[in-house]
């Protein structure tokens, strides 16, 4: 089946640690986009990928550095700048809708991750 | 800077109850609005829209948009248990994006 794999479920980060979070899709998805969620808030986006080696900063990129070497691959990387990382992450792809990249099709989300600190 | 806001945050209703939920939105150049249902990790799709007073329907679930007041609606009839979790709402605009509201938590008894 298609989908969006994320690890792992669960991180321990100790101070002054980088940790990296995997997302992998086999949808054949050319965007993919890394989110933060907080107790009792919203997603917020770190950063978004339209296509492979490109791509752009979302609303709290902040300590925060990613990759897309790959089509099916989009790993988060949480720096020790991060200096509250404690979060549900979650992985999403979706197909651009229209020439550009600019994407309103519905995002498919992975089971997310949550990274704790030591 | 694009921004949606739901209300209420949370709600707590009886078994066979009907809810509506709300979502206002400030986006630069709209393109859509989707709903989300959040139960304990990843959200599912359940609907998108991008024309105004275009009811969407799926079992118990309904949604429309107003483009001209900003705002949509989520309707769930004779709520069920198995309705409870959060209902995320977001909008795109130009960036290639979708921007979330806090979302509405929904708690339903029996």
């Known amino acids: 089946d298609g989908g969006i794999t994320q690890s792992p479920k669960y991180l321990f980060r100790k101070e002054g640690q980088n940790v990296t979070l995997s997302c992998e899709q086999n949808l054949n998805h050319d965007a993919m986009y890394w989110y933060r969620q907080d107790p009792g808030q919203g997603l917020r986006l770190i950063y978004y990928?339209?296509?492979?080696?490109?791509?752009q900063k979302g609303d709290i990129a902040e300590g925060y550095s990613v990759s897309r070497e790959k089509k099916e691959s989009f790993p988060l990387t949480v720096t020790s700048a991060q200096k509250n990382p404690t979060a549900f992450y979650l992985c999403?792809?979706?197909?651009?809708?229209?020439?550009?990249?600019?994407?309103?099709?519905?995002?498919?989300f992975g089971d997310g991750t949550r990274l704790s600190i030591l | 800077e694009d921004k949606v806001v739901q209300s209420p945050l949370s709600l707590v209703v009886h078994e066979g109850d009907t809810v509506t939920l709300n979502c206002s939105y400030e986006?630069?150049?709209?393109?859509?609005l989707l709903w989300y249902k959040q139960e304990k990790k990843a959200p599912t799709f359940l609907f998108m829209l991008t024309s105004s007073g275009i009811e969407k329907k799926s079992g118990r679930l309904s949604s429309i948009l107003d483009k001209k007041e900003l705002f949509s609606i989520l309707n769930i009839t004779a709520t069920q248990t198995g309705d409870s979790a959060v209902y995320l709402c977001?909008?795109?605009?130009?960036?290639?994006?979708?921007?979330f509201g806090t979302g509405t938590r929904l708690q339903v008894t029996l």
């Open positions: 999403a792809s979706s197909t651009p809708a229209l020439r550009g990249g600019a994407s309103y099709q519905p995002q498919h």
């Open positions: 990928s339209q296509i492979v080696n490109d791509f």
């Open positions: 977001s909008v795109t605009g130009t960036a290639s994006k979708l921007t």
């Open positions: 986006v630069t150049n709209f393109r859509s």
